[in-house]
């Protein structure tokens, strides 16, 4: 699975999930636009690449900003020709709490985030790639945009809204040489997991047919395959990945 002459375009690169989808894409020869609203995890990631012998730059973006948005993919076109890969995957979690008490103001953070900011994204990335004939496109849903989690109700919202525009991408684009689809992790070890006790985390990682979270390579290692030309009848598809926790469902 190589990346050369590949221009790859990730969100939410400077955080856990999408900093090891962009080292993994530049080990694999691609040049990674790291995109993100933390400038500082954003460059340190380019640095890591670059460090390794990889191309890579920066780009602040605001993915809820949608002319930010558009000049992310001039971006990508300006600085490296192109725009093959996107891995649309920056989100936030919120606080747990009952559907009735979680304010409103979560609510719209969380949606114009994780689902109206993946509309942005698509509708961009979809522009370019129809004009440049093909692309393929990864984005972060989660095993919340499949089955519920309790006091999660706006963020399992938010990742629904996720599969739902993967599959709708995925067939109006499929005979444009455009592949749409999108990763469902279960936990993972990142700063988005960072904050619990280590009683609460013993107590999750009980629960998990691994005994553990899964790493964030061990995502990336799905995306890279869905991005690759290996995954070429692979359109419209939501890969679990959660060491087989929802097997028991
Ligand atoms: N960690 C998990 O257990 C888990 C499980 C399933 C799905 N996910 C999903 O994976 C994706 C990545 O999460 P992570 O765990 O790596 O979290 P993370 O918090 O480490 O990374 C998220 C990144 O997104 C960036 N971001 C947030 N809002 C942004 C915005 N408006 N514009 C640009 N960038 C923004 C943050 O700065 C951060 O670097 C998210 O979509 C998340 O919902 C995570």
Redesign the pocket.
């Known amino acids: 699975m190589m990346f050369s002459d590949k221009v790859a375009l990730v969100?939410?690169?400077?955080?856990?999930?999408?900093?090891?989808a962009a080292k993994l894409f530049a080990s694999k020869g691609a040049k990674v636009v790291v995109?993100?609203?933390?400038a500082e995890?954003?460059e340190a990631v380019v640095s890591e690449i670059r460090n390794d012998g990889g191309e890579s730059s920066f780009f602040r973006?605001?993915?809820?900003?949608e002319l930010n948005v558009n000049e992310m993919i001039s971006f990508c076109v300006e600085r490296y020709g192109g725009l093959h890969i996107a891995h649309n995957?920056?989100?936030?979690?919120h606080e747990a709490k009952r559907f009735h008490e979680l304010d409103l103001g979560t609510w719209d953070r969380v949606m114009?985030?994780?689902a109206r900011?993946l509309v942005l994204c698509l509708r961009a990335e979809l522009v370019h790639m129809l004009a440049a004939g093909g692309g393929a496109i990864v984005n972060?849903?989660?095993?919340?945009?499949i089955a519920a989690a309790p006091m999660l109700s706006a963020?399992v919202t938010s990742?629904h809204a996720?599969v739902g525009m993967t599959k709708s991408a995925a067939l109006e684009y499929a005979r444009d040489g455009i592949r749409v689809n999108a990763?469902?992790?279960?936990?993972?070890?990142?700063?988005?997991?960072?904050n619990m006790t280590a009683q609460q985390r013993d107590a999750l990682n009980e629960l998990m047919p691994l005994g553990r979270?899964?790493t964030?390579d061990e995502?990336a290692q799905v995306v890279a395959f869905l991005a690759s030309d290996e995954a070429s009848y692979v359109n419209g598809a939501v890969y679990t990945i959660d060491g087989g926790s929802s097997a028991s469902a």
């Open positions: 969100t939410g690169a400077g955080g856990g999930i999408g900093s090891a995109a993100d609203f933390n995890a954003g973006v605001d993915v809820t900003d995957n920056a989100g936030i979690l114009n985030v994780n900011a972060t849903a989660s095993g919340a945009g963020y990742k996720v990763v469902a992790p279960g936990t993972v070890e990142t700063p988005m997991t960072a979270m899964a964030p995502v």
